[in-house]
């Protein structure tokens, strides 16, 4: 019998356990039947294949500058806006408080002010640098 082991970042738990009635918790998993030390791409359980990242930061994950469970911030000070979203493999970005996976910076930033918007410039890694500087380090090599 096959044993699923899940391990999570204690920020993840804390948050888990904060988390409002209402509000929508996205958990992406990816199951790889490789050896555990594998480096092999997800699976995509369903079909029994590699994920292959699409659309506008396919480049960015397959190149390495983003991973798959990435979070990305941004904050608006002067609208008092902030908000996070997850990298997904399949180069999406799922917005804390909303449904359904973005296929591009823009978009994911759009649902969160409500208004057209540069979202290459406007999401941060975890180290601050904006999407649109991960792009160019592309450019330059």
Same mark, same amino acid.
Request: glycine share 8%.
């Given at each position: ?27 992406? +998993? ?9 480096? $092999?791409?997800? #699976?995509?359980? /369903?079909?029994? %294949? @590699?994920? &292959? ?8 994950? +397959? ?9 990305? $911030?941004?904050? #608006?000070?002067? /609208?008092?806006? %902030? @908000?996070? &979203? ?19 910076? $823009? ?35």
């Amino acid at each position: 019998m096959p044993i699923v082991s899940l391990h999570f970042d204690s920020s993840f738990l804390a948050k888990l356990a904060a988390a409002a009635p209402d509000e929508t918790i996205h958990i992406t +998993l990816s199951i790889d039947t490789a050896s555990p030390l594998s480096t $092999s791409p997800p #699976q995509d359980s /369903a079909a029994g %294949q @590699a994920v &292959a990242p699409q659309g506008p930061l396919a480049e960015l994950l +397959l190149q390495g500058l983003l991973q798959p469970g990435d979070v990305l $911030s941004f904050q #608006q000070r002067r /609208a008092g806006r %902030q @908000a996070t &979203a997850t990298v997904t493999a399949e180069g999406r970005l799922i917005v804390e408080g909303h449904p359904t996976p973005y296929t591009s910076p $823009s978009k994911a930033a759009i649902a969160v002010t409500g208004s057209p918007i540069n979202g290459w410039t406007l999401w941060r890694t975890a180290d601050g640098r904006t999407l649109d500087a991960l792009r160019n380090e592309l450019q330059q090599d």
